[in-house]
T-cell receptor, first 117, second 114 residues
Framework: AQTVTQSQPEMSVQEAETVTLSCTYD???????LFWYKQPPSRQMILVIR??????QNATENRFSVNFQKAAKSFSLKISDSQLGDAAMYFC??????????????FGQGTRLTINP | DTEVTQTPKHLVMGMTNKKSLKCEQH?????MYWYKQKAKKPPELMFV???????INESVPSRFSPECPNSSLLNLHLHALQPEDSALYLC?????????????FGSGTQLSVL
């Protein structure tokens, strides 16, 4: 079974600074997808960024980027120019690839990010 | 419209009650999901409907009964729940169940079982 580990229960950063959230995963599969979701106090889960395992290029979405190290099974999220609205719980997630139909998302335990003004 | 709407936002029920949670989306998505989230924990998958058919049941107790009357609507019927079932119940949808596609989540129903 696949597992996702987030070793940082809490992180904090000064507004406008850069922060990196860590995620490692364990799988024997070669085809899969990785995601970062954020959950603000509104409780709604929002997709931040996603990465296909077969792509070597790291995904980027505006101020958010990932460092995907497939051999090391590492998938960290970098947030640049942190803003107060980035404060949330961040979940790393894994999804099996290569098949049609709905597949299960496996989430890590989450990292609570606080932005200090 | 890129929203997944869940009602009610909060629900308090006794262990002998019967209640239902409702989830609606109008994005034309054909996959819909129920997740359960305990406080300070990640969401855990309960059920997945793909093209209105139940495709994944994560060994959920029968006191939870999902229903997908049409492609826009997903219900979760609750009966004889236990206090440990108190949690945030999140609904999500996605376009067609492909593995790389984005899930759109609702804001959840906070359930308390007394």
């Amino acid at each position: 079974a696949q597992t996702v580990t987030q070793s940082q229960p809490e992180m904090s950063v000064q507004e406008a600074e850069t922060v990196t959230l860590s995620c490692t995963y364990d799988t024997s599969e070669s085809d899969y997808y990785l995601f970062w979701y954020k959950q603000p106090p509104s409780r709604q889960m929002i997709l931040v960024i996603r990465q296909e395992a077969y792509k070597q290029q790291n995904a980027t979405e505006n101020r958010f980027s990932v460092n995907f190290q497939k051999a090391a099974k590492s998938f960290s999220l970098k947030i640049s120019d942190s803003q107060l609205g980035d404060a949330a719980m961040y979940f790393c997630a894994y999804r099996t690839g290569g098949r049609q139909g709905a597949q299960k998302l496996v989430f890590g335990q989450g990292t609570r990010l606080t932005i200090n003004p | 419209d890129t929203e997944v709407t869940q009602t009610p936002k909060h629900l308090v029920m006794g262990m002998t009650n019967k209640k239902s949670l409702k989830c609606e989306q109008h994005m034309g998505h054909r996959a819909m999901y129920w997740y359960k989230q305990k406080a300070k924990k990640p969401p855990e998958l309960m059920f997945v409907y793909s093209y209105e058919k139940l495709s994944i049941n994560e060994s959920v107790p029968s006191r939870f009964s999902p229903e997908c009357p049409n492609s826009s609507l997903l219900n979760l019927h609750l009966h004889a729940l236990q206090p440990e079932d108190s949690a945030l119940y999140l609904c999500a949808s996605s376009q067609g169940g492909l593995t790389n596609e984005k899930l759109f989540f609702g804001s959840g129903t906070q359930l308390s079982v007394l």
